[in-house]
């Protein structure tokens, strides 16, 4: 004989009581990633990065990095080694699937060797298989500093 539908709802109230203890014990996995690059980009112009490889490539999908695991990206961090010229900024977008997001990084013009910004408090959500990659924009009418180094929290 089986259940009864009143056992049955019994029953569901317990396992979904259990899953609910077990949900509030598993903690927050928090990594990050990053890249030493070293790579400039040419004058006014864009190029794509991403945090698993260290050269530019004018071709986006040389740069993608496939999400393995659905996370938050944030924390977003750049740092330059040289200094960026005065005539024009270096921004840094983090792209999900071919999109800008909102994780940017602004290298103001002018700024010396050894700058580093941040995203500040915006962040993107993944799934697995999603496609990262980063564009950098040269708004100088110069070569861009020496790209430094590329980081950023991820949180699963």
């Not at 070293?38 to 050269?55: E, I």
């Amino acid at each position: 004989n089986g259940a009864t539908p009143t056992e049955m709802s019994y029953l569901s109230g317990v396992t979904s009581a259990i899953q609910t203890q077990i949900d509030s014990k598993i903690s927050t996995s928090k990594s990050f990633i990053g890249v030493l690059q070293g790579a400039t980009v040419v004058l006014s112009s864009t190029t794509y990065g991403t945090f698993n490889y260290s050269t530019f490539n004018t071709n986006e999908n040389a740069r993608i990095m496939v999400i393995p695991n659905a996370c938050t990206l944030s924390n977003f961090y750049v740092r330059i080694f040289t200094a960026q010229s005065g005539t024009g900024s270096l921004v840094f977008t983090v792209r999900k699937n071919a999109v800008d997001t909102a994780v940017v990084v602004t290298i103001a013009a002018g700024s010396a060797a050894n700058t580093e910004a941040n995203s500040g408090a915006s962040s993107v959500s993944f799934n697995a298989g999603d496609d990262c990659s980063i564009k950098i924009v040269n708004n100088a009418t110069a070569v861009s500093a020496a790209v430094h180094n590329t980081s950023a929290m991820i949180t699963i």
